[in-house]
């Protein structure tokens, strides 16, 4: 009979890498977008600023088909005295 070894290497899932890869060029399109509409320019001064950069790059290759995703309004919690 032969005797069975187990691998000590992980198993990686079939499509793990593809899935990461497609993440990863949707983010950096996202960005692109984000530098083509001059976001970076001047830094963002508030939290609408950056809530527009994030929802922009988050958005990926959906800026390219009319979408424009702006936050206008971010209010952050106040800290406790």
Request: aromatic share 6%.
């Amino acid at each position: 009979m032969r005797e069975r070894t187990i691998d000590p290497r992980p198993v990686h899932r079939r499509g793990t890498g593809l899935l990461s890869t497609l993440l990863l060029v949707w983010l950096a399109i996202g960005l692109i977008a984000a530098g083509q509409r001059h976001y970076f320019d001047s830094g963002p001064l508030s939290c609408a600023g950056w809530g527009t950069i994030a929802v922009t790059a988050l958005a990926g290759p959906l800026n390219y088909a009319g979408l424009n995703p702006t936050v206008t309004d971010c209010v952050l919690p106040e800290p406790s005295q």
